[in-house]
């Protein structure tokens, strides 16, 4: 069990942070800084990719090939990807 000090400086932790975001702070929506930008990550673009579908019970196994589509999204923090499925 932690002692009755640490939860006095957790609880004033809590109040300093609370104190200082107005409501507005809290709404807005965050910004894509340089940072998010240069960081390395998947890169937003297309592919081909060929698969194997092992057999089951609902379908028969073979060879497939997925077309996969990817950008960034939703200001710019999200990597969204659609993909379509084929054999």
């Known amino acids: 069990?932690?002692?009755?000090?640490?939860?006095?400086?957790?609880?004033?932790?809590?109040?300093?942070?609370?104190?200082?975001?107005?409501?507005?702070?809290?709404?807005?929506?965050?910004?894509?800084?340089?940072?998010?930008r240069s960081s390395p990550c998947l890169p937003a673009s297309g592919a081909v990719v060929k698969e194997m579908v092992y057999p089951s019970r609902w379908t028969d196994g073979g060879r497939a090939t997925a077309h996969v589509k990817s950008r960034i999204d939703l200001n710019g923090f999200y990597?969204?990807?659609d993909a379509v499925r084929g054999r």
Do not use: F, Y
């Open 1 to 36: 069990m932690l002692p009755a000090q640490s939860d006095d400086a957790a609880q004033k932790i809590v109040e300093s942070l609370s104190g200082r975001l107005s409501i507005a702070d809290r709404l807005t929506a965050p910004t894509v800084l340089e940072e998010h």
């Open 79 to 81: 990597l969204i990807q």
